[in-house]
């Protein structure tokens, strides 16, 4: 499931704010200051929410948060606020915390802790975001009945047997628990938050490396190193970090270049050329390990409006590598799997003729499905790499006589007419990987949180679950590949473009990630007096 932290999520964020452009952030801090341990970093879109995933403000909640785990640069698993996660059957785990550990408030952070966080996230009736993460969690549709109210408050599946240890079951075996482990909707919370988790979230008591000092939604976000953290800190991590909101890519990009702003997350694929010639190989950096794959989605509730056939046809009549190749000038790479080559389950073209640029066979199939209307093709309004693939797309589909409308949306209200099953279209959709899994990219897909497609697949979920039970790597891909091309089959997302993430960054810093998920708080000062 995707629990990213990133995520990018079922529309790729960017800025909605107007209120910086390229000058210095409130507080004076520029790129310059990283000699004496100040990091500024780029804050793409107001930062609407500062806990739990697939936020604009997720990266400064990573900062903020001392997992059970942690996973490195390479993708493997670590302890953290755990001093072991073990099984003998990927059901029921047995978690031994980590002992002296605290929240910034000085809160003893106890196995109960974990229990009493992961609990109230998961009942539904607290609405949490983090709550579709715990859907496997034995005992969770007790909590979230489709209709009336919960029986129990709390996961049969959870149980504290001592202080400093407890029990996590799983409904079904599950390989990727301790990668689960590391996510934002996994971070624990001190009791004082259950009281209003809305106040707790301008202003959240850390049990991570930083602790939260400026948040203005529209500006920045200030946070600074903990003195009393006995939890696992970045090598040369910053003293402090300001997360500062920019308008759109380009202007932070600029930032980036000129010193302003030490560091721009995750580059789009129409500044990568320009980024190479003006930062050179010392201050643009690839992280190879976290593809970028950019979809077409369709929510299942505009069946009726556009049948399959419809939605086939809109995939064949997109010239996927010219708008590779030509649009975005090799930056990017045509796709036709709902998985990158980093995943193992990978095979190169399990969409088949539906990602084949074919319009002679598209005009076929509108001819047989009768359709006669326009399609909305929607994307955030202060995305232009998104604005460039629409404007694309629909000058593919006049050639066949279909009228695609490129539809830019504010990315507050397209948010919310995502999230309220209210779209009139299919969208463009940009997702990232939390941990190297297949079921970042496969099971993801049908956690509803993440696209809100309102989309189910038997097959696919029983495919998905065996995958997670499977004894062996190679049998887990074997489901895998089952489990999508059942999804592909259906036509409710379908490839379009794969993107590697680059960052730009100020020479004197080196980026880090947690198994290809860039991370801001993790990026390592390499200049100045005690870095």
């Given at each position: ?7 990018v ?11 910086l452009?390229?000058?210095?952030s409130?507080?004076?801090?520029s ?6 341990g ?47 996660v ?7 785990w ?45 005992g ?12 129990r ?17 799983m ?46 939604p ?30 759109d ?26 980024g ?32 399959k ?67 909305p ?7 232009t ?24 949306r ?12 209210a ?27 993440n ?81």
């Open positions: 499931m995707r629990v990213a932290r990133t995520a999520a079922a529309v790729a964020v960017v800025a909605v704010s107007t209120a452009t390229s000058c210095g409130l507080d004076g801090t790129g310059s200051d990283l000699r004496s100040a990091l500024t970093a780029v804050q793409m879109a107001t930062i609407a929410r500062i806990t739990g995933p697939q936020n604009p403000g997720s990266q400064i909640g990573m900062a903020l948060c001392g997992g059970l785990t942690r996973i490195d640069d390479a993708g493997k698993v670590h302890m953290d606020g755990a001093a072991s073990t099984s003998s059957d990927r059901v029921t047995t978690i031994k915390v980590a002992p002296g550990r605290t929240f910034s408030d000085g809160t003893p952070v106890t196995a109960k802790t974990w229990v009493d966080s992961f609990n109230f996230t998961a009942l539904g009736s607290h609405a949490m975001a983090s709550n579709f993460a715990y859907a496997h969690v034995a969770y549709p007790a909590l979230n009945p489709a209709k009336g109210k919960a029986k408050t709390t996961l049969s599946g959870l149980k504290v047997t001592g202080k400093d240890t407890f029990t996590l079951t409904d079904a075996p599950n390989n990727d628990l301790p990668y689960m482990l590391a996510t934002l909707p996994f971070c624990p919370m001190p009791e004082s938050a259950f009281k209003n988790p809305i106040a707790y979230d301008k202003k959240p008591v850390t049990n991570g490396p930083y602790v939260l000092t400026k948040l203005k529209q500006f920045e976000a200030v946070v600074e190193r903990r003195k009393d953290y006995k939890g696992w800190i970045p090598e040369g991590a910053a003293d402090k970090i300001t997360f500062r909101v920019y308008n890519a380009n202007t932070a990009y600029q930032d980036v270049v000129a010193g302003n702003t030490a560091v721009l997350r995750s580059l789009p694929p129409g500044l990568i050329a320009q190479k010639n003006a930062l050179g190989a010392e201050a643009l950096t690839a992280v190879p390990r976290n593809t970028l794959e950019t979809y077409i989605t369709w929510p299942t509730y505009l069946d009726k409006k556009y049948p056939e419809v939605r086939k046809a809109f995939s064949m009549i997109i010239d996927r590598d010219a708008i590779s190749k030509n649009l975005f000038l090799g930056s990017s790479q045509a796709a036709h799997s709902l998985m990158p080559n980093s995943v193992s389950a990978y095979r190169p073209d399990p969409c088949g003729t539906t990602c084949s640029f074919d319009p002679a066979a598209a005009r076929k199939l509108l001819d047989r499905s009768g359709f006669k209307g326009t399609i093709l929607l994307y955030d309004s202060t995305d790499t998104f604005a460039e693939a629409a404007l694309a797309i629909s000058n593919e589909a006049k050639r066949i006589g279909l009228k695609v409308e490129p539809q830019p504010p990315t507050a209200a397209l948010g919310a007419d995502t999230n309220n099953y779209l009139d279209g299919p969208s463009l959709a940009l997702w990232g990987s939390s941990f190297p899994s297949a079921s970042e990219w496969v099971a993801s897909i049908m956690v509803d949180a696209y809100r497609l309102k989309y189910t697949n038997p097959t696919a979920s029983s495919e998905v679950a065996k995958a997670w039970a499977a004894r062996s790597p190679a049998e887990a891909d074997r489901h895998w590949r089952a489990a999508e091309s059942s999804i592909l089959s259906d036509q409710v997302i379908q490839p379009l473009y794969y993107q590697v993430m680059y960052i730009a960054h100020d020479p004197c810093l080196k980026p880090h990630s947690a198994g290809g998920d860039m991370q801001i708080y993790r990026t390592q000062i390499t200049c100045g007096t005690g870095h």
